[in-house]
């Protein structure tokens, strides 16, 4: 229900966006964010952008887990 | 390009499980609110992968499941109103109410759709002003703050055939509620996108009275990994505290500008839980500002007793309690294709999830 995917805006007018999920295009309400641009990933959840993905952060969490030493 | 590919990596989930295997040295039991992580867990073959001492439990995540029968009575009554037309999110359709559901409803003549989004709803209302439009709003933090921005746009463009009816749920009230039944867990794994929007301060609360930790976790397999894996290390630190292993799509601030949304349209009511009962504030409903847009308000509703199906343990496997092969319904009149409990009618629910990635064992 919860059930939130990333989307990539491809255009925005006014507070909607048109975005690209995997390809697919459709439309999301941007009426729940501030700053969304061009480019960003944003998860998009029943109709609205409700966050943009912080793609930073996205390479930090895989960067903890390699650092992970192997056990033997 | 998005770096999902790497969420899947076995060589660093392998990595996450070792270090579980070695650090897991007690029994520990997890609980996750939420019905993404409660497919994920099962999609991705997680318990499978842990030691044997550490078990994953599924809560009250699923919005579907406790809803009570009361609201979907409320809705059918709706239904029967002159030029009305009940919006809805798929999985609520097959929910039994006390005499049947709302998929039996439409076929008997209702008008009744499936939407994605309440904004498709708001555009049935445009289209068709000669019609009553009901959205029925379920979901939490998550939906309730697209569900208030609906409710913001109907009221700018002056759209008065366009209502909510709520049941919108808060989920800081039942977290705590299962820990003070007495329901021994030794931490939580977060709902990822319940907390991009809310942030984390709500969960200070659990880990300061209970001394149990917070873990917000993603819904990949590295993400819900690397969240036991955090999890494991406070209980044997003995230091719970909050904690974001979702950081790419949580803040801790989370999202002010839908939470003001929400502050804006909604109040908090007492609201009933499948397996909780009744619990203090965890409810949302449009505030009196907003009353001709609130269903509830403006059209007269019957009160319905809440009934369960008889011999459904749903309410326990909510809380945790009871599996869903404990239950004498389950793989037998109980399936995902003749669901009897909300467990099973739900894609998320505990019961249908487990039927569709472990079977009927």
């Not at chain 2, 109040?267 to 909780?276: N, P």
Request: glycine residues 8%; contains cysteine.
């Amino acid at each position: 229900m919860c059930l939130s995917i990333p989307a990539k805006i491809i255009s925005i007018e006014g507070e909607n966006a048109l975005v690209s999920i995997s390809g697919m295009r459709m439309n999301a309400s941007l009426s729940l964010l501030s700053n969304a641009k061009p480019g960003d990933f944003v998860l998009i959840h029943s109709g609205f952008a409700i966050e943009i993905i912080d793609r930073e952060e996205a390479e930090k969490t895989l960067e903890i887990v390699r650092h992970i030493r192997p056990i033997k | 390009m998005y770096p999902f590919e790497q969420y899947h990596s076995k060589a660093l989930c392998q990595a996450l499980v070792d270090q579980i295997h070695l650090m897991a040295d007690r029994p520990l039991r997890f609980m996750e609110v939420c019905g993404g992580h409660t497919m994920a867990v099962r999609k991705y073959g997680i318990p499978s992968l842990l030691p044997d001492s550490i078990m994953l439990l599924s809560g009250p995540g699923c919005p579907v499941c406790v809803t009570s029968s009361l609201f979907i009575d409320q809705a059918i009554h709706l239904a029967a109103y002159d030029r009305m037309t009940i919006c809805t999110f798929g999985d609520l359709l097959r929910v039994q109410g006390t005499n049947g559901s709302l998929e039996k409803a439409k076929t008997e003549g209702k008008d009744i759709r499936v939407v994605l989004s309440g904004l498709d709803a708001l555009e049935i209302a445009r289209q068709q002003p000669e019609k009553k439009i009901v959205l029925l709003g379920i979901g939490f933090e998550t939906t309730a703050p697209t569900t208030a921005a609906t409710i913001l746009t109907a009221r700018k463009e002056k759209i008065s055939n366009f209502f909510v009816l709520s049941a919108h749920k808060l989920m800081p009230p039942a977290m705590e509620a299962i820990i003070s039944e007495g329901i021994p867990i030794n931490g939580y794994i977060c709902p990822g996108h319940v907390t991009t929007i809310t942030g984390i301060a709500m969960y200070k609360k659990i880990v300061e009275n209970f001394g149990i930790g917070c873990v917000v976790s993603g819904f990949e397999p590295l993400d819900l990994l690397q969240t036991i894996l955090m999890l494991v290390r406070q209980v044997k630190a003995n230091q719970p505290k909050v904690e974001i292993q979702y950081s790419r799509a949580v803040k801790p601030e989370g999202n002010p500008k839908a939470m003001a949304i929400i502050e804006e349209v909604f109040e908090t009511v007492d609201e009933w839980w499948r397996g909780l009962g009744i619990l203090k504030a965890s409810g949302l409903k449009p505030r009196d500002s907003f009353q001709d847009f609130d269903a509830s308000e403006v059209f007269s509703l019957p009160v319905y007793e809440i009934s369960e199906p008889e011999a459904c343990i749903c309410g326990d496997i909510l809380k945790g309690l009871k599996k869903p092969q404990d239950c004498m319904l389950y793989g037998k009149n109980c399936t995902p294709d003749n669901p009897v409990g909300a467990c099973m009618v739900s894609s998320e629910g505990s019961c249908q999830t487990h039927y569709n990635y472990a079977g009927i064992n």
